[in-house]
Nanobody
Framework: QVPLVESGRGSVQAGGSLRLSCVVP????MAWFRQFPGSEREGVAV???????AYRDPVKGRFTISVDNAKNTLYLEMNNARPEDTAMYYC???????????????WGQGIQVTVSR
């Protein structure tokens, strides 16, 4: 398993914005997942090499996933952050356009995001 390297500011006030970054190998699909304490990991957003994207309903219109292929870097722009977005966030790379973690082989180490009221 090849670990991906994540970075980004991990805390923000409600209504604010932050951006997560992840260095990824060239992959067919890349995604961001998050995990709440005591819960299963859930897909947040996915993007393929053609730029097609999909989002989990609670983040639609607030989060934007993008990729800079020249830099092999995946981004997650989080706008209008809410306290319920507080979770551990992971980047992932794989072959399927999916929000199911079983479809991904490569994972970042995780970065804690905290949204305060």
């Amino acid at each position: 398993q090849v670990p991906l390297v994540e970075s980004g500011r991990g805390s923000v006030q409600a209504g604010g914005s932050l951006r997560l970054s992840c260095v990824v190998p060239s992959s067919r699909c890349m995604a961001w997942f998050r995990q709440f304490p005591g819960s299963e990991r859930e897909g947040v957003a996915v993007i393929d090499r053609g730029g097609r994207t999909a989002y989990r309903d609670p983040v639609k219109g607030r989060f934007t996933i993008s990729v800079d292929n020249a830099k092999n870097t995946l981004y997650l722009e989080m706008n209008n952050a809410r306290p319920e977005d507080t979770a551990m966030y992971y980047c992932a790379a794989g072959r399927e356009f999916s929000l199911w973690d079983g479809d991904y082989s490569y994972w970042g180490q995780g970065i804690q995001v905290t949204v305060s009221r």
